[in-house]
């Protein structure tokens, strides 16, 4: 089935998550190695710096953005999207943008900065929050631990949550994972239809608090001919919703003079 279908899909099932590529408490994991906690520079420096080169499109887009002034000043709490995020969106982009008879976008700058601040605004909070400040999620349970509702840096509100994972059949009694949850409109839904799971979380830079997000996610879901469970890697987009990360571009306008 196409993958618009199968998100939509899955995601009314189960939206998976979660215990693959995280952390554990109190260690700061990501998937090239551990790294300490604290940061000697701003939010902006340890982006910039990072060793792995996971984040150069990111502050591209940041600079783009015109918002670096708040990523070395302000005091926020930052859920950051690899580059991979972002080239997954690129990518979607332009396999719609072929569709549509249209040219392909060749390098961030063809897309104006207003866009790209809607877009990196859903990941900015005010202030530093770490993963103890935060309630507990279940996305099967919502009504119980339904996580909390956040004002982003652009209004957007977004849903923050820990997830208490099961250890040796005990439920909720295993390491806690953070969640950054996007719906679209403005009402909160009764199930997340996207649930981006935290690989790294509380890094601590001078001015802020980071959470690296995972950047591919594991969805478990049911096959309706056979009953079974199964499990398919997914890729994280940046601006969660690709389709209308699309639509946000067409309507911010593509400059193939840049």
């Not at 899955?10 to 554990?24: D, N, R, S």
């Not at 849903?159 to 040796?168: A, C, R, S, T």
């Not at 890729?235 to 571009?249: C, I, L, M, R």
């Amino acid at each position: 089935m196409g993958i618009k279908k199968f998100i939509g899909w899955a995601g009314m099932l189960f939206l998976g998550v979660l215990t693959f590529g995280a952390c554990h408490k109190d260690s700061y994991y990501i998937d090239t190695g551990l790294h300490k906690a604290e940061y000697k520079g701003t939010v902006m420096d340890y982006l910039e710096q990072n060793q792995y080169h996971l984040f150069d499109s990111l502050c591209k887009v940041i600079r783009l953005a015109g918002m670096e002034d708040i990523f070395q000043n302000d005091s926020i709490t930052f859920f950051a999207p690899a580059d991979t995020c972002i080239l997954s969106s690129v990518f979607y982009l332009n396999q719609q943008l072929l569709l549509k008879g249209k040219d392909t976008i060749t390098s961030l700058e063809q897309l104006p900065g207003s866009f790209w601040k809607k877009e990196l605004s859903l990941y900015i909070f005010k202030g530093v929050h770490r993963l103890k400040d935060y309630p507990q999620i279940d996305p099967l349970a919502m009504q119980v631990y339904g996580g909390q509702y956040y004002s982003s840096y652009g209004g957007k509100v977004m849903n923050i949550g820990v997830y208490f994972n099961d250890v040796n059949g005990v439920k909720y009694a295993g390491y806690r994972q953070l969640m950054l949850g996007y719906f679209s409109g403005e009402t909160p839904p009764a199930f997340l239809p996207y649930l981006i799971p935290v690989a790294s979380s509380d890094i601590n830079p001078y001015n802020g608090i980071v959470h690296v997000l995972q950047y591919t996610q594991t969805v478990m879901y049911l096959d309706p001919d056979s009953d079974e469970t199964n499990q398919i890697i997914l890729p994280v987009y940046f601006g969660f919703q690709p389709y209308e990360f699309v639509q946000d571009a067409l309507a911010a306008g593509i400059d193939y003079s840049k």
